[in-house]
């Protein structure tokens, strides 16, 4: 089952710029994690965030969490060529030990 | 560490054959996971293993799929018959007890034909 979808499905911007996707997901959590993959590759932990933090940093990386509306997002700051890869947030189920992860955002940051 | 480390890399076999993959997980990590990959399913979770023992197998598609992990640092994922919409990008991956991300191998791709 999809517990978060990714929006939007794909998004191309220019090296400098900042990229922002989102997630919403359905059930409650304990937290929310972001993986970059990129191609023919597996998925790289990014950060985690618990349901009771609003936002959290790691580098030029930003994620903030609205449990209320059951949406987080990531902002990555001054992209580069070497951001582009597909993004995907993952939920727990209910706090248990399985992640559920979304189709992802497929980011293409041009040179 | 090497990393969670998977083989084969790529495996192409025939419709009916048996599959085996497997997965080194990384020292230390209790927890292990089984995910297929595919353009119009994403990832999805087909297992999941705590300390050796299976704790969630309610995503194997069908009979035809079974893991094992007969120690903490070797599980496998068989197939048997394998058929063509078994195609798909097999990764394992791990993780400690308690809080944190998991760690992702490499992947198999496997295409059955």
């Known amino acids: 089952s999809q517990q978060g979808e990714e929006d939007p499905q794909a998004l191309s911007i220019q090296e400098g710029e900042n990229a922002t996707m989102n997630c919403s997901y359905k059930?409650?959590?304990?937290?929310l994690q972001w993986y970059r993959q990129n191609s023919g590759r597996g998925l790289v932990h990014l950060i985690l965030?618990?349901?009771?933090?609003r936002e959290k940093h790691s580098g030029r990386l930003r994620v903030t969490l609205d449990t209320s509306k059951k949406s987080s997002s990531l902002l990555i700051t001054a992209s580069r060529a070497a951001d582009t890869a597909s993004y995907f947030c993952a939920t727990d189920e209910g706090g248990s030990e399985k992640l559920v992860f979304g189709k992802g955002t497929k980011l293409t940051v041009n040179p | 560490d090497a990393g969670v480390i998977q083989s084969p890399r790529h495996e192409v076999t025939e419709m009916g054959q048996e599959v085996t993959l497997r997965c080194k997980p990384i020292s230390g990590h209790n927890s292990l996971f089984w995910y297929r990959q595919t353009m119009m399913r994403g990832l999805e979770l087909l297992i999941y293993f705590n300390n050796n023992v299976p704790i969630d197998d309610s995503g194997m598609p069908e009979d035809r799929f079974s893991a094992k992990m007969p120690n903490a640092s070797f599980s496998t994922l068989k197939i048997q018959p394998s058929e063509p919409r078994d195609s798909a990008v097999y990764f394992c991956a791990s993780k400690a007890t308690g809080g944190g991300g998991y760690t992702f191998g490499s992947g198999t791709r496997l295409t059955v034909v």
């Open positions: 965030i618990r349901s009771n933090e």
């Open positions: 059930t409650s959590i304990n937290n």
